[in-house]
């Protein structure tokens, strides 16, 4: 069974209710019937009723009846929506007036239906910019406890059996946090690992801290920066199996790690690897992607307490589909 194989068969095992609020999209109510026809989750769309079953309909579509369809317009919620949204944001300067318009806007409204405990994620993207998708998510949902940035993780599905599980690597940070700290990038470690568990399905996150140098093997301030995010994430999360400062053949090739880093418990073993900044982590994951011929599958956002996932305006409807099961993966690991 390939990766999406047992992400999709680990959602449907514990079904998770998963908000699209651009419900009116094409390909995002597609992906919901197509999902709602498999049981892959509980799919709740966001918009009139008559609307998106017109929309449905006009596209042959037969299972968006099953979906929960919540209409911020004349939601009995709304109104509790609107004074959640006033209390997380009145110290802000929001007004409860303020809050009352900007809960009908769907993709803050869907935050709401999670903070509130009535979903566990939500995608959106196809129609909306990463900031519209971020905003909301930020601003109410928050970040997870001990976390305070947000990054983005890609699984490498590589054609190279003997590298990370079964040639299986996750990478991070490919997508939002363009220059982290040693403190951000510690952070980018463990939620990392935290995506290799719950999506990728590791029993265990084997995680190199990326850099130029191989303990000690150069002397710059940006290996200093490694060194210390390494240690910064022990601390965040003890017992994470993590080493660093790592070239990547030292994390990836047992005769180079055993070489270089004697003694590590994660050299030539690793299956997480986490790039020291965002452009490398990009040309990184894209070099492999297209020079490597691997299946790149993401950006998976982490760091939020509960899922909220960017689509690319570009997707396909199964990019979308993919996308449900893994937030939804996602989601069971964040009860």
């Known amino acids: 069974m390939g990766l999406i194989e047992q992400i999709v068969a680990r959602a449907k095992s514990d079904r998770q209710r998963i908000v699209l609020p651009e419900s009116l999209e094409d390909r995002t109510i597609t992906a919901a019937d197509r999902a709602l026809a498999d049981g892959l ?3 709740i769309l966001i918009g009139s009723r008559e609307e998106i079953l017109a929309k449905a309909s006009s596209l042959g579509l037969s299972n968006i009846g099953k979906a929960t369809i919540i209409d911020p317009a004349s939601s009995e919620k709304t109104a509790v929506y609107a004074n959640l949204l006033y209390e997380l944001r009145k110290n802000k300067g929001m007004t409860l007036e303020d809050a009352s318009k900007l809960v009908l806007n769907p993709l803050y ?3 709401l239906i999670i903070k ?3 979903g566990d994620g939500q995608i959106s993207g196809a129609l909306s910019t990463t900031g519209d998708t971020l905003r909301p998510a930020l601003q109410i949902i928050k970040c997870a406890p001990g976390i305070s940035c947000v990054s983005g993780a890609m699984l490498l ?3 190279a059996p003997e590298f990370g599980e079964e040639g299986v690597l996750v990478v991070g940070d490919v997508a939002v946090t363009p220059m982290p700290d040693a403190g951000q990038l510690s952070q980018i470690a463990v939620c990392t690992a935290r995506t290799a568990r719950s999506v990728a399905g590791f029993a265990e996150p084997k995680v190199a801290m990326l850099s130029f140098s191989t303990k000690g093997s150069a002397k710059h301030e ?3 920066k ?3 995010a390494t240690r910064l994430a022990r601390e965040l999360e003890p017992g994470l199996n993590i080493d660093g400062e790592l070239q990547a053949d030292a994390a990836l090739v047992p005769s180079v790690g055993a070489k270089k880093a004697p003694g590590s418990a994660i050299a030539g073993k690793a ?3 986490v790039l020291p900044n965002l452009e490398v982590g990009n040309i990184a994951y894209k070099l492999v992607q297209r020079l490597g011929s691997a299946d790149a599958i993401g950006p998976i956002l982490q760091g939020i307490a509960r899922p909220v996932n960017d689509l690319s305006r570009g997707c396909s409807v199964d990019d979308i589909y993919k996308m449900i099961a893994i ?3 996602q989601a069971m690991d964040s009860h």
């Open 226 to 228: 490694v060194v210390e």
């Open 157 to 159: 599905v590589t054609k």
């Open 271 to 273: 299956n997480v690897l």
């Open 109 to 111: 409204f869907g935050c």
């Open 327 to 329: 937030t939804a993966c």
């Open 41 to 43: 989750a509980d799919i």
């Open 222 to 224: 940006v290996v200093d």
């Open 116 to 118: 509130n405990g009535d």
